[in-house]
């Protein structure tokens, strides 16, 4: 097998070409994620090809990827929809700088799919729909503030690049250089899963909190589902505050099924839908099938505050380009068959049931968080249900396991707060040398 790590080669061309990465690009990547530092650190492994389920890299080794590029590709490297749709698109012209009927359709796919979307905006990222929204939502309401969730991670802009206080009645500090502490007390960082906590600084900070913005369900501290209730309660002490209700689904939607996690029915049992439905959302990864996206959209007199509308101004030169939407319908057409989603619960739920067992079998404590094709792993004997949860795990396990799951042809994200992303393009085969190779990591970590 080419996955027989006895047949592995060295990493020796990713060791030569980090070093000549380090010369010319800062820290030798392009973003901070992608470097080895929480893993014990040393060259991240540079790749050269990624075909389905599959990545090779510089040395010729192949990989079961399970980081999906932190999750837009759903349906592999590749898919031969979606590369015939950038192709196609590319041989047009990949840049016009007018509108195009490309984006009325795509417009349109996100509206069926996502009902409390009246009116969309198309943006470039993830971090520009989220910084968007919160602009439109501060110009909506009057208001400064927003209320966020520790271990949400929405991007790199500056108001949601801010840790939590020393609880909810406290405003938040930054958590990057270069952010004013001026901006950083624009924001409130309280506990996921907490109602209480968002009273409390709601009782304190209400009639200045524009929105209060969450990942509906968590995908950047392992997958992390609302406890029952939760998303009612936060929608409706919002609501009672005059604030706006953002849902960074960025990560989940599309993932779970075709639409966003909050008109997902593996939402807790009893969840009031009606009740959850949120004035702004911002979307990203999967909807560019791979190439750069971002989208907001959501009640359209709120949307109405945007220019050229209103006074709320965004704009972008490759905002909405015939290529990232070419490739976002070709990849929201193929997630449209029938079956893809209960494929990848499938596998996921056969490869959530090997690393449970296996860990057991060898005496390693650890929580599985699963939703769907996307899972967790939390070395630890509680479970993650908020961000301390999920820091309360241990590192240093997770880093060898990182290290000897790569050693055996498998790609995991060099984190130990990111998700395993199943495939459309992973087969029972894969999922099956995965567990076999988690069990070898196991022993190992035990040896
Ligand atoms: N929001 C969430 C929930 C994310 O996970 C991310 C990226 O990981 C972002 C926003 C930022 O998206 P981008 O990296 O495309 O700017």
């Not at 304190?204 to 392992?222: C, H, L, Q």
Request: proline share 5%; net charge negative; with cysteine.
């Amino acid at each position: 097998s080419a996955f027989n790590a006895s047949e592995a080669k060295p990493r020796t061309r990713s060791a030569a070409l980090y070093t000549e990465a380090l010369e010319h690009i800062v820290g030798g990547v392009n973003s901070p994620s992608r470097s080895f530092k929480a893993v014990g650190g040393g060259a991240p492994v540079f790749m050269k090809r990624g075909q389905g389920a599959y990545f090779w890299d510089e040395d010729d080794n192949r990989y079961i990827d399970y980081l999906a590029a932190y999750g837009p590709i759903i349906l592999g490297h590749a898919h031969p929809h979606v590369t015939s749709a950038i192709v196609r698109a590319a041989e047009n012209g990949t840049l016009y700088g007018t509108p195009t009927e490309l984006e009325i359709r795509f417009a349109r796919m996100l509206k069926e799919a996502i009902p409390s979307l009246d009116k969309v905006r198309f943006v470039n990222s993830g971090t520009e729909a989220v910084m968007t929204t919160i602009r439109v939502a501060r110009a909506y309401t009057g208001r400064n503030k927003i209320i966020k969730f520790a271990g949400c991670y929405h991007g790199h802009s500056d108001l949601v690049l801010v840790a939590a206080g020393s609880g909810p009645s406290t405003l938040g500090i930054p958590d990057s250089a270069g952010i004013p502490v001026s901006i950083a007390h624009e924001v409130i960082t309280v506990p996921f899963n907490d109602l209480a906590a968002l009273d409390a600084a709601l009782e304190r900070w209400g009639s200045d909190v524009a929105a209060v913005m969450v990942e509906p369900i968590v995908g950047n501290f392992g997958m992390v589902m609302p406890k029952p209730g939760f998303l009612e309660g936060l929608c409706s002490a919002a609501r009672r505050n005059g604030s706006l209700v953002i849902y960074d689904e960025v990560i989940t939607a599309f993932r779970f099924h075709y639409g966003a996690a909050s008109t997902f029915a593996g939402l807790p049992e009893g969840t009031d839908y009606a009740a959850i439905e949120p004035d702004l959302t911002a979307l990203g990864k999967i909807i560019g099938g791979g190439l750069p996206i971002g989208a907001y959209g959501g009640r359209a007199e709120i949307m109405a505050q945007v220019a050229p509308l209103g006074p709320a101004y965004q704009a972008g030169t490759m905002a909405g380009n015939p290529a990232s939407i070419s490739a976002g319908i070709a990849c929201l057409e193929a997630l449209r068959e029938p079956g893809t989603y209960e494929r990848l619960d499938r596998l996921s739920a056969m490869l959530e049931a090997g690393l449970a067992e296996g860990a057991r079998k060898h005496g390693i404590a650890l929580t599985v968080n699963r939703i769907r094709g996307a899972l967790s792993t939390h070395f630890c004997d509680h479970p993650v249900t908020n961000y301390d949860e999920a820091q309360d795990t241990d590192g240093e396990q997770f880093a060898a396991f990182f290290r000897y799951m790569l050693e055996d042809g498998i790609c995991l994200a060099p984190s130990k707060y990111e998700a395993w992303f199943l495939t459309t393009a992973h087969t029972d085969e894969d999922v099956a040398y995965t567990i076999e190779a988690a069990n070898r990591a196991f022993a190992r970590m035990k040896a």
